[in-house]
């Protein structure tokens, strides 16, 4: 009877295997706990002849020996101590790897500029991408037939509302507005943020794209202060020695108005496609603030004078990156961001 139960288990122990730790525990309780078969079967050992005692004390060891050989292995394979139901799990397998993003050109380029001027003491203020006429046009000295209020270059949300017409923002200016309106000078400001003008998409123009603007409002500031203060821009953003000059502009917000130009960032002013044999590429406009506009904005133009520029950022990185393709900008094209990792910092 016992020889032949014994016979049946072995064959049971010798068959099972299992990786999940639930299953190797009810095998553990089946054969070893406290209530399990090996007990039952030591428990019936005591009853039988002491001839049969003899040739079976053996076997019944070795059995028990096998049951608990074969747990031990089961529960190492496992690779855990207490089973639960992470076991089964092999913690020495080498991790699944996940890929770290990178940041977006443009963000990584708007970076470094804020961390330049805030070195020059300018902090960053926002407003918003949806304007009224006045804090983006009027208060700027906009004459009313000026033709960036043009169908053309402004996507108009509404026409001639309660605070004038409503419309996408053209410049980060209107944040410049803004400021000026809610406080008095010393002012020192950047105005980083996305700019809409309606023009048709291609590889050099875009409906959208990103501006960092300007703002240095104080008493006696001059046009001076504004070239020295672009030009310590410049060495800090493209390195020492390249060259800037300045070319008489027109804007309705600054008076006198300039356009800035560097030395070419790629050809170092030898002459390449970029800067078209030139030698200098424009990277900005700048001027000292009208005093309309400073009076626009309730500020005593007779006491504060104050010097803006602006930028657009994508053609910063441009130069920076040697992006030919604007729209690759707002692609989202992992291919063409993954590129600018290594800048991750
Ligand atoms: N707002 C101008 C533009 O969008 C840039 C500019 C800003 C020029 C400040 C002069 C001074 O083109």
Known sequence: MLQEKITQYTAEINA???????????????????????????DEFKAVSPEEKRTLGKVLNEFKQLAEAKYQSLKEEGGQDQGGKDAGMDLTLPGEGFEVGARHPLALVRREIVEIFNKLGFSVAEGPEIEDD??????????????????????FIKKGGEKGDIALRTHT??????????????????????????????????????????????????FADLKQTLFYFVQELYGEGTKVRF??????????????????????????????????????????????????????????????FG????????????????RLFSENDVRFLKQFKSALI
């Open 16 to 42: 099972f295997t299992t990786t999940n730790a639930d299953e190797l525990e009810q095998f553990r309780i089946k054969f070893l706990g406290t209530k399990g078969i090996i007990k039952d079967i030591f």
């Open 134 to 155: 006045w804090h983006n046009f009027s208060a700027l000295n906009f004459p009313e037939e000026h033709p960036a209020r043009d169908m053309q270059d402004t996507f």
């Open 173 to 222: 200016s209107s944040v410049q507005v803004r400021m000026m309106e809610h406080g008095q000078p010393p002012f020192r400001a950047l105005m980083p943020g996305r700019v809409y003008r309606n023009e048709a998409i291609s590889a050099r123009a875009h409906c959208f794209f990103h501006q960092i603007e300007g703002l240095y409002v104080d008493e006696k500031v001059s």
């Open 247 to 308: 070319r008489p502009s027109y804007f309705p917000f600054t008076e006198p108005s300039a356009e800035m130009d560097i030395s070419c960032t790629i050809c170092k002013g030898d002459g390449c496609q970029l800067c078209k044999h030139s030698g200098w590429v424009e990277i900005l406009g700048c001027g000292m603030v009208d005093p309309n506009v400073l009076e626009n904005c309730g500020i005593d133009s007779k006491k504060y004078s104050g010097f803006a």
């Open 311 to 326: 930028m657009g950022i994508e053609r910063i990185a441009n130069l920076k990156f040697e992006i030919k393709d604007l």
